[in-house]
């Protein structure tokens, strides 16, 4: 079965610094891997994808890299700010109209 | 757009009642989903739909049931509660372009059942 694995449960950080988020996967790389991000008490918000054939992806403050090789994705948070704290969650695709997530990684911005 | 809604926000139930978690999206998608989410644990699918009239299993179906008459709606049945079924659920819709799916959540439904 297709996994993904967000090793770091929590990341605290400075704010100003750059958070860096690692995803890992197993078995075949996928077509794609995903970003969303969840605050407490809501429903995760999509936020960045990576296609296998990108080797980076920025969005504002935002980069996500995929290392077909490693296995594995980054997601970089530049100038980070309290207001990004919250759990980041790492998903591929997997069988038909599947999904799968990782746990999450929890960030906490310290000002 | 609404987007994806779900009700109720909070329910408590005793064991062995039932009820449904109401889901409803208007962007037309035809990709529905049923998850949970327990403390520390990732999403786990309960069940998903590709569109009205068809849905199937995910990880974790036991104690549940869904339906999908609309487009719109995909409610999610709980027979019998178990104390095993305390969690937080969420909807999902998505849409899939040029091979890539995006989803949408809902703000989901805390159930405790005591």
């Known amino acids: 079965s297709q996994k993904i694995e967000q090793n770091s449960e929590a990341l605290n950080i400075q704010e100003g610094k750059t958070a860096t988020l690692t995803c890992n996967y197993t078995?075949?790389?996928?077509?794609?891997l995903q970003w969303y991000r969840q605050d407490p008490g809501r429903g995760p918000v999509f936020l960045l994808l990576?296609?296998?054939?990108?080797k980076e992806k920025r969005k504002e403050r935002l980069k996500v890299t995929f290392d077909t090789t490693l296995k594995q994705s980054l997601f970089h948070i530049t100038a980070s700010q309290p207001a990004d704290s919250a759990t980041y969650l790492c998903a591929r695709p997997g069988g038909y109209q599947k999904v799968t997530f990782g746990t999450g990684t929890k960030l906490q911005v310290i000002p | 757009n609404a987007g994806v809604t779900q009700t109720p926000k909070f329910r408590i139930l005793k064991i062995g009642q039932s009820m449904t978690l109401q889901c409803t999206q208007d962007?037309?998608?035809?990709?529905m989903y049923w998850y949970r989410q327990d403390p520390g644990m990732g999403l786990k699918l309960i069940y998903y739909s590709v569109g009205a009239g068809i849905t199937d299993k995910g990880e974790v179906p036991n104690g549940y049931n869904v339906s999908r008459s609309t487009t719109e709606d995909f409610p999610l049945r709980l027979e019998l509660a178990a104390p095993s079924q305390t969690s937080v659920y969420f909807c999902a819709s998505s849409y899939i372009s040029g091979g890539e799916e995006t989803q949408y959540f809902g703000p989901g439904t805390r159930l405790l059942v005591l």
């Open positions: 990576i296609r296998e054939n990108e």
């Open positions: 962007m037309n998608h035809n990709y």
């Open positions: 078995n075949y790389s996928p077509a794609y």
